[in-house]
């Protein structure tokens, strides 16, 4: 893997125009963009076939939480998300799988 992949891979910023009101909003959004976002998908190069997301204890700025999710090749990965503004938050990759 590219290192300017990993770095992508690492922090992927998700800029939203959506409003969220609750923090099961964060939750949500959260797994539907690693499910869903092709840039994530290329950054580290594999897909992902199932996302869950803890919810955030609050929508502060610089609230984190984390997300387990699996690749196609059914390897796991976990990531950071931390909450930037009210309608945007980073997700980072605290573990790759080990096999990478």
Known sequence: ???ARVLFG???LALLTGCFTTA???RNDAETFILENEGLAE???TTFTAA???EP???DVGTTFTCDA???EG???EFEIVITDSNEYEVNVSRFPADL
Do not use: H, K, P, Y
């Open 57 to 59: 204890v609050d929508q």
């Open 52 to 54: 869950t997301c803890q």
């Open 1 to 3: 893997m590219s290192s």
């Open 43 to 45: 950054a580290v190069e």
């Open 70 to 72: 699996t690749d196609a």
């Open 24 to 26: 099961a909003d964060f």
């Open 10 to 12: 690492v922090a992927a």
């Open 75 to 77: 390897r796991g990965w």
